[in-house]
């Protein structure tokens, strides 16, 4: 099967050199990345490879020591302004949820958009609303998240992200945490949104996933780009003798 | 002489007075140490060197040193530059006291909130100041309640010290008019029975605030 490119020439995010140490480990050798408008890439590699903090550095989450990084065509400065501008356009979606605790769903969802956008309350909860239907949860909007499941959790991470209108989504490894049989859930909601052409640059071990929804695969280690492809020769000819092991190891 | 324990619940109530002025004290100094303390915490967790350092050296003078001592300095200390009444001397004094331990249960509180609450925050755009203020604050007191809770009866009890600068307070009271009759024991067990109803009063609407704050929690 071949896919249709759908994704424009347009960059959305251009990563340049950007290189990260924690300590004397260094983690990110000279990373170069681009994602297209509309492109979903699928980051896939072993444990401590790097995938995890060039997300985070892509949000700057983490600092990087050099290199730059550009969103559309704008470089971003590595002031608290800046940062935050592109951050309201730039969903981030953890492994681990991160919901706020002290906040019903409805009220998760609703507070960037109020505090952030200052967005009118009427407004934000009408957009909530139409979130949660989305991801499927709209009848616990009052619940707290201490009462939900972990797949119920990243949804409503999902439509947290969502309700800040992002062009971009980062998922850093938005299934890993789920007991196997939430993890569905989960990626149906980001297939759904692939579909409706979010850019979306994610962190994942779920290979039917990236085979499915990827329109391109990179995968590190060690803090390198060691390959990248298509899914259908990345999968079916891998070049790197390192890719090949890994592909032999989990599928 | 044997004690004459019935003059307790006679004189009970001459106390009152007294034991209203240790109230205000005890309030007005636990007022001040919560927003000096929140002050301070913030300065001990803040990458500014300088305020860090100067936080740091306030929390560790002040924890360091006998809070008679500190009551004294306000009092006597200071007089020399400014001359200040019994009551203010004591309120500055224990705020200033109470600032300190405050400081390092909010310092605790904030830091026991997962590090990802603040990257979500930040995540969707929100400045350092409206995650702390909307999201990790919220959060880090109410973890903070039961420690604050004690740091408050504790605050309660050390007014007692403002005896020793002339604050007609609860001990003082008790003590004058032991010396008067010499029935310390008496009027003694009169001031610890007010503690003690303050100290309980206080320590049932700290347990409330906690359980009614627990309602989202697991």
Same mark, same amino acid.
């Given at each position: ?44 590699? =072993? ?46 979606? *953890?492994?681990?949820?991160?919901? *706020? ?44 998240? &201490? ?29 890993? &945490? ?74 | ?24 004290? &005890?309030?007005?100094? !636990? ?35 006998? /809070? /008679? ?35 390092? /249960? ?17 995540? !969707? ?9 909307? /999201? ?9 309640? =039961? ?72």
């Amino acid at each position: 099967m071949v896919k249709v490119a759908k994704r424009s020439d347009k960059s959305m995010i251009r990563v340049e050199s950007i290189n990260k140490s924690f300590g004397d480990n260094q983690v990110l050798h000279d990373i170069n990345l681009t994602v297209h408008e509309g492109e979903v890439v699928v980051i896939i590699g =072993p444990s401590g490879s790097g995938k995890s903090t060039l997300l985070r550095c892509i949000n700057f989450l983490e600092k990087s020591e050099s290199g730059q990084i550009y969103f559309g065509e704008e470089l971003v400065v590595h002031k608290e302004n800046a940062i935050n501008k592109m951050r309201q356009n730039v969903g981030m979606v *953890f492994q681990h949820f991160y919901l *706020f605790p002290h906040m019903t769903v409805l009220g998760n969802i609703i507070e960037g958009p109020i505090q952030v956008k200052g967005m009118k309350k009427q407004e934000a909860i009408k957009l909530a609303e139409e979130l949660l239907d989305k991801v499927g949860l709209l009848d616990k909007k009052d619940f707290y998240p &201490a009462m939900l499941s972990g797949g119920e959790k990243q949804r409503v991470a999902i439509a947290r992200a969502l309700a800040m209108s992002p062009k971009f989504m980062l998922f850093d490894e938005p299934t890993s &945490a789920l007991d196997p049989e939430l993890v569905g859930d989960v990626l149906n909601v980001m297939n759904q949104l692939a579909k409706e052409g979010m850019t979306m640059l994610v962190v994942t071990h779920e290979m039917g996933f990236a085979k499915e929804v990827a329109d391109r695969i990179i995968f590190m280690d060690e803090g390198k780009i060691v390959e990248e492809g298509n899914p259908d020769s990345f999968f079916l000819n891998p070049e790197n003798e390192r890719v090949k092991d890994f592909l032999g190891c989990i599928i | 002489m044997n004690y004459d324990f019935s003059l307790i619940i006679e004189k009970f109530p001459i106390f009152l007075p007294a034991a209203l002025e240790t109230l205000k004290i &005890a309030a007005a100094s !636990i007022l001040m140490g919560v927003i000096l303390g929140l002050i301070i915490a913030f300065g001990r967790l803040s990458k500014h060197k300088i305020i860090y350092y100067l936080s740091t050296l306030y929390v560790t003078i002040i924890r360091g040193t006998p /809070i /008679i001592l500190q009551l004294f300095i306000v009092y006597y200390g200071l007089a020399n530059i400014i001359k200040l009444d019994p009551y203010p001397s004591a309120i500055i004094a224990f705020g200033v006291h109470n600032a300190a331990y405050i400081a390092e /249960i909010f310092r605790g509180s904030i830091l026991s909130i997962d590090k990802g609450q603040m990257e979500a925050a930040r995540s !969707i755009g929100m400045s350092n100041f409206l995650a702390m203020r909307r /999201i990790i604050l919220p959060q880090a007191f109410k973890r903070a309640v =039961p420690n604050l809770g004690n740091q408050f009866i504790i605050a309660v009890k050390d007014s007692s010290l403002a005896s020793t600068i002339a604050v007609r307070e609860l001990l003082l009271k008790s003590q004058q008019l032991g010396s008067s009759t010499f029935r310390f024991m008496e009027y003694l067990l009169i001031a610890g029975i007010y503690y003690l109803i303050i100290t309980v009063i206080l320590s049932f609407f700290v347990n409330k605030l906690e359980k009614r704050l627990a309602v989202n929690e697991r």
